[in-house]
């Protein structure tokens, strides 16, 4: 079994608790699934958000689907001038018999636009 990292973000409509908790459920989501993953095969997860998120940590949206279990941190995203606003990104570590070339790193909605040369 090989430890693999996976990539994904989504792009908020605005700064509220229940938004953010369903479009990282949704994230996270299709993460495991076009991965063909389970929570068991999750190591950590790495969570970024813009500057301009401030209604809850994107972790609580894991643990409200299960991942319990899981080492999760958040942190902020640099506050680059012209960057996407309203972002949370992820980074999972898993283990995966997946070669890296078949990783499906996942983009959500607008945040496609952010890595067009990955984005699933």
Request: proline share 4%; glycine share 4%.
């Amino acid at each position: 079994m090989a430890v693999r990292a996976v990539r994904g973000a989504v792009q908020l409509e605005r700064d509220d608790a229940g938004h953010m908790h369903e479009q990282v459920e949704e994230l996270l989501t299709a993460v495991l699934e076009r991965n063909g993953l389970t929570a068991d095969d999750l190591i950590s997860i790495w969570f970024t958000a813009t500057p301009d998120l401030h209604s809850d940590f994107p972790a609580a949206a894991a643990r409200r689907i299960g991942i319990v279990d899981v080492p999760l941190i958040c942190a902020q995203e640099l506050d680059i001038e012209g960057a996407m606003p309203r972002v949370v990104r992820l980074l999972a570590h898993v283990e995966s018999e997946l070669p890296k070339s078949r990783i499906a790193h996942v983009y959500l909605g607008a945040a496609a636009a952010l890595r067009k040369d990955i984005a699933q």
